[in-house]
């Protein structure tokens, strides 16, 4: 049988070393030998011995979290020894090394997967106004391990070195040690040029020194009312102090 289908660039790629690797720009595998956390449906293939189990957001905290914000990241913790393929509609996928004292915050919708061994948790994005729904929360990721993210296309990854505004919906990452806030559209001078279908359009500002990955395409805003996400905010503050 003959087909570039099985060319050597489609083939499964093998390592010696347990962990997680990008099999092409569009698919993760992680060769399982002990635990690792995915988001729940991401999983193509797998060979061997794996459990899956649910996680809801990664605990009862987060899951009250992620109940009230919208955001966070529906989870299953993959066990055994096997190999496991995981995709998120053809998105491309990024392999990012954290080392103990890393932070990276990031948004929940592009969190593909991630080694067991870091700290995951949702806080509130500083500066951001309760008028908004471009999104209040996001994942803060802490420890020493690997995490796979996913863009809808090829990223660009702008060095916070004077004043960045991102569309918050574009923002995929960025180091959790960056000030951050969020402005209305007008102040900026940019009018109606973000608008949502919700009427609203607001920029999301990055100051300090650090990164922050910009995606070519926009997440669908979080759903809900401003008025509903000023409520949800009050609700969640005693969680997240």
């Not at 989870?75 to 990024?94: I, N, P, Q, T």
């Not at 948004?107 to 471009?134: E, H, P, R």
């Not at 990223?155 to 402005?183: E, F, R």
Request: net charge negative; glycine share 14%; proline share 4%.
């Amino acid at each position: 049988m003959r087909s570039e289908l099985f060319s050597a660039a489609n083939l499964e790629k093998e390592s010696q070393q347990p962990g997680m690797r990008l099999q092409n720009s569009k698919m993760l595998k992680i060769e399982l030998n002990g635990e690792a956390m995915a988001r729940v449906g991401s999983m193509v293939a797998y060979q061997g011995q794996v459990q899956f189990q649910a996680l809801g957001s990664g605990g009862i905290g987060k899951f009250i979290k992620q109940r009230l914000t919208g955001e966070g990241v529906p989870l299953m913790k993959l066990s055994g020894r096997g190999d496991v393929f995981l995709a998120e509609a053809a998105k491309d996928v990024h392999v990012i090394d954290l080392e103990p004292g890393d932070a990276l915050s990031i948004n929940g919708s592009s969190v593909l997967a991630f080694d067991s061994t870091l700290q995951y948790d949702i806080k509130m994005v500083s500066g951001m106004g309760m008028a908004s729904s471009a999104g209040l929360f996001n994942c803060v990721f802490t420890g020493h391990g690997r995490i796979a993210v996913t863009t809808k296309g090829t990223p660009v990854v702008l060095n916070v070195d004077a004043p960045t505004y991102v569309d918050p919906q574009a923002a995929v990452c960025w180091s959790a040690n960056l000030q951050t806030g969020y402005h209305r559209a007008e102040q900026l001078g940019l009018g109606t040029l973000l608008g949502r279908s919700t009427g609203e359009a607001f920029t999301m500002s990055f100051a300090g020194q650090g990164f922050v990955v910009v995606q070519p395409s926009e997440e669908p805003p979080v759903a809900g009312s401003g008025a509903q996400q000023q409520q949800q905010g009050g609700l969640l503050g005693g969680l997240l102090q």
